[in-house]
């Protein structure tokens, strides 16, 4: 499938062509000029609504789709591109934190491009890793590959059937690295879903004895002193030895590593700094279960039900991207963005539109050239209006009170975006505002 649109420059001689074409789950735009080819590729199965993108285009060519309904199971794309008004100009692949749009000219992809700034967001496994399996197995995203060097038991010391000792472990000193079970099948580790709320992928560790033939290498082994064993060290014990290795497709920067690492190994720079808060007098519509669309939108799986609340975030793993908040249909959920890890944005002729789209990912408000082409007919000579002098208090009798409730609106009417939202038929947006304006005020305004 495909839909072709040609842009013709009389002074320039310049000839562009769009093409769209659609494959699997991608949108893939094309444009085609005398000496460049572009090429944008939206995986609408990967974006999640977060919006930034609609926020940064200086185009004003995306828009968001139904996110409610998809949020909840629609199959839909959270956004949709013009390609008649797309310019190319790479913004939203540059800051799409789950890299759902990518953009490459003449077959280089832009984040390879230093004259592109792009989310400078990573994670950094440090001198202190053991390594361990905990990483590896908490991720949610299964962007963590663990690689460890060391021979096992078989290899140094093999089974001895009839040998007798005694095993035991101290489970308030092991942390579930889970090295034991890679070093000796005599150990089991076993396994539980981790949580927003407890990431720790493993709830026990268990002796198969019938395995044990109390060859004490376990018990030098151990990192953590937490193994016992009553027998004769005949062997030499192996040093844990590994490597770990991100996977910066599918890392979301959530810190879910960070958070069940027991030994300090992770840093981690997110994309975007910034606040999340559930709005308490909205959760009374929540339905956690029932809709689910938070969780289902979340990149970093950090929502989760608590014994004690209704839900729940962990802050710690929020990225800022504020889909959560498009998807509430209650609106509970307010994300706010202060800040911006880019890299560097170089003089350049256009430097200053990439300035405006950081600045539009923290405010919400971008810049853009006025294109609807309205004619200032420019009248002559000044214009005097009839002016009508009025009591007003004998003709409104009801005027103190009019003027009580426009003292309320006048916080809202002179907020510009809240205006701007109104105009746009958006009313979860001029709500949200609204509430903003209320804590900021600290009265409760009736509209």
């Known amino acids: 499938m495909s839909d072709n649109t040609t842009k013709d420059s009389v002074d320039s001689g310049l000839e562009v062509n769009v093409e769209m074409d659609i494959w699997d789950y991608h949108f893939i735009y094309t444009q085609t000029a005398n000496v460049s080819k572009k090429t944008l590729d939206y995986d609408y199965k990967r974006c999640n609504g977060c919006g930034i993108c609609i926020d940064v285009c200086p185009a004003n060519a995306i828009e968001a789709g139904p996110l409610f309904e998809i949020a909840t199971g629609m199959d839909a794309p959270p956004v949709i591109i013009d390609q008649t008004k797309c310019t190319f100009c790479g913004m939203c692949a540059s800051f799409c934190p789950v890299r759902a749009i990518r953009m490459d000219i003449d077959g280089q992809d832009i984040h390879d491009n230093p004259y592109f700034p792009q989310l400078d967001?990573?994670?950094?496994?440090?001198?202190?890793?053991?390594?361990?399996?905990?990483?590896?197995?908490?991720?949610?995203?299964?962007?963590?590959?663990?690689?460890?060097?060391?021979?096992?038991?078989?290899?140094?010391?093999?089974?001895?059937?009839?040998?007798?000792?005694?095993?035991?472990?101290?489970m308030n000193k092991c942390n579930f690295c889970g090295m034991c079970a890679y070093l000796c099948p005599a150990f089991v580790l076993v396994e539980q879903k981790p949580t927003p709320d407890n990431p720790v992928p493993f709830?026990?560790?268990?002796?198969?004895?019938?395995?044990?033939?109390?060859?004490?290498?376990?018990?030098d082994?151990?990192?953590?002193?937490?193994?016992?064993?009553?027998?004769?060290?005949?062997?030499?014990?192996?040093?844990?030895?590994?490597?770990?290795t991100i996977d910066d497709e599918k890392c979301t920067r959530c810190s879910w590593c960070k958070a069940v690492c027991?030994?300090?190994?992770?840093?981690?720079?997110?994309?975007?700094?910034?606040?999340?808060e559930l709005i308490g007098n909205r959760l009374v519509d929540c339905d956690p279960v029932g809709c689910h669309g938070c969780f289902n939108v979340c990149p970093v799986h950090a929502w989760y039900v608590p014994h004690d609340k209704k839900i729940d975030v962990n802050k710690d793993y929020c990225i800022y991207c504020g889909a959560c908040e498009k998807a509430c249909h209650v609106y509970a959920i307010d994300v706010e963005r202060s800040g911006v890890q880019h890299t560097k944005i170089r003089d350049l002729p256009w430097?200053?539109?990439?300035?405006?789209?950081?600045?539009?990912?923290?405010?919400?408000?971008?810049?853009?050239?006025?294109?609807?082409?309205?004619?200032d007919m420019g009248l002559e000579g000044p214009i005097h209006p009839e002016v009508h002098e009025i009591d007003l208090r004998e003709k409104h009798v009801h005027l103190d009170e009019i003027r009580s409730r426009l003292d309320n609106l006048m916080p809202m009417l002179c907020d510009v975006k809240t205006r701007y939202e109104?105009?746009?038929h958006n009313p979860g947006s001029v709500i949200k505002r609204i509430n903003r304006i209320d804590r900021m005020n600290g009265d409760e305004l009736s509209c």
């Open 262 to 276: 027991p030994y300090d190994a992770v840093d981690i720079v997110k994309p975007f700094e910034g606040e999340i």
């Open 221 to 244: 082994f151990c990192p953590e002193d937490a193994i016992k064993v009553e027998g004769k060290l005949e062997a030499p014990v192996p040093e844990i030895s590994g490597t770990v």
């Open 422 to 424: 109104w105009e746009r």
């Open 121 to 170: 967001s990573k994670v950094v496994i440090n001198e202190k890793c053991l390594p361990c399996m905990l990483c590896e197995k908490a991720c949610p995203q299964e962007a963590i590959k663990l690689e460890l060097t060391f021979p096992t038991k078989e290899e140094v010391a093999p089974f001895k059937e009839g040998q007798n000792g005694k095993i035991a472990v101290d």
């Open 351 to 375: 430097s200053s539109q990439w300035k405006d789209a950081i600045n539009a990912i923290k405010t919400g408000d971008r810049s853009r050239p006025d294109t609807n082409r309205r004619v």
């Open 203 to 219: 709830q026990d560790l268990l002796v198969d004895l019938d395995k044990c033939d109390y060859c004490r290498i376990c018990e």
